[in-house]
């Protein structure tokens, strides 16, 4: 365990982590699951910000107190699933202790995986498609009854495998359990954002709102173009999770309905104003004219000058 420059601990192995927490080290050097619901467990990792070399998928049931998790905390009132990759900061909060200031127990399930865990298998490449594992601000999956019996049926398939005698099958049936979790957990995901629509829409209003806001104050003049992750920022979400959801809710993700709002502008200035093909691309935040027409000709099947001549 060192300090990285930001001054966060870092944990660099699996068994440093486990010691901290109070775990005799891993049976397996690159994979762990710490159980501690059925055998609560002391919330002793660090208060301060700590940052993971390794995946870690946590389980926690109606539980009180908050985690910080990115930039923000997560409430954990209502129990549910969080999912933290490498390098991403990670910090149990003071609500994790109690009024004298001592641990509290800490009812939860976590699997902590090292990336060289997942080598020679498909789920190596295929792991940074479960957007979920770089969402950060209240985004965790909050689950139904059914859907809890299900991850917590598949944790117990892989504690088992990690405890009983390891053969020459164990890494592939743990590699099948764990892609089966994270399918899981996509499919939970979908279902949240669906059930949330109310929540979402709202978003999707705020979305549009930043977007129309951004180029009627001509930020993009100072800003260019506007990036997913600057919008997510003023929205409190992460990037990953606001794609998602305007997927879920639209089919289509942040960049595409960006480049949409840019091509209405755009529409607008060439029918509505003299400005020269450049001066628009300008005040849309393109450095080259180029670029700009370029995406107009792919959104429209016209260049904005073939687009100007026909509406004209």
């Known amino acids: 365990m060192k300090k990285t420059d930001a001054s966060l601990l870092k944990f660099g192995s699996l068994t440093e982590a486990m010691k901290v927490i109070g775990f005799p080290p891993p049976q397996h050097p690159l994979i762990a699951l710490l159980n501690g619901i059925d055998s609560p467990i002391l919330a002793n990792a660090p208060q301060e910000g700590h940052v993971l070399s390794f995946y870690k998928i946590a389980f926690r049931p109606n539980l009180g107190g908050q985690l910080r998790y990115g930039q923000t905390h997560f409430d954990f009132n209502e129990g549910g699933m969080f999912f933290a990759a490498p390098n991403q900061v990670v910090a149990g909060s003071l609500d994790e202790r109690n009024q004298h200031g001592a641990p509290c127990t800490r009812h939860e399930i976590a699997i902590l995986i090292h990336p060289d865990f997942l080598l020679n298998y498909p789920l190596a490449s295929k792991i940074k498609k479960y957007h979920f594992f770089s969402y950060s601000v209240n985004e965790a999956l909050h689950l139904s009854e059914k ?4 991850i917590l ?8 495998e990690l405890t009983s005698r ?8 743990i590699m099948a359990q764990l892609e089966l979790l994270l399918n899981y957990a996509q499919r939970f995901y979908k279902r949240q954002f669906m059930t949330r629509k109310s929540l979402n829409h709202t978003l999707l209003q705020q979305f549009d709102d930043l977007l129309e806001a951004y180029f009627n104050d001509e930020t993009s003049l100072q800003k260019g173009i506007p990036k997913v992750q600057y919008l ?20 289509q993700n942040a ?12 529409k607008t200035k060439l029918s509505t104003t003299d400005l020269s ?15 700009f027409s370029k995406l107009f000709k792919s959104k429209t099947r016209q260049s904005p000058l073939e687009f100007r001549t026909s509406f004209n």
Not at 153 to 160: A, K, P, S, V
Not at 166 to 173: A, F, G, Q, T
Request: no cysteine; charged share 30%; aromatic share 4%.
């Open 166 to 173: 390891i053969d020459e099958l164990s890494h592939d049936v």
């Open 147 to 150: 859907e809890k019996n299900i």
């Open 153 to 160: 049926n598949l944790l117990r398939t892989i504690e088992d």
């Open 277 to 291: 093909v450049s001066e628009i691309a300008y005040e849309l935040g393109f450095e080259h004219p180029q670029s």
């Open 232 to 251: 997510a920022d003023r929205l409190a979400i992460s990037a990953g999770y606001l794609s998602d959801m305007l997927r879920a809710l639209t089919g």
């Open 255 to 266: 960049q595409h309905h960006i480049h949409e709002k840019l091509i209405e502008k755009a």
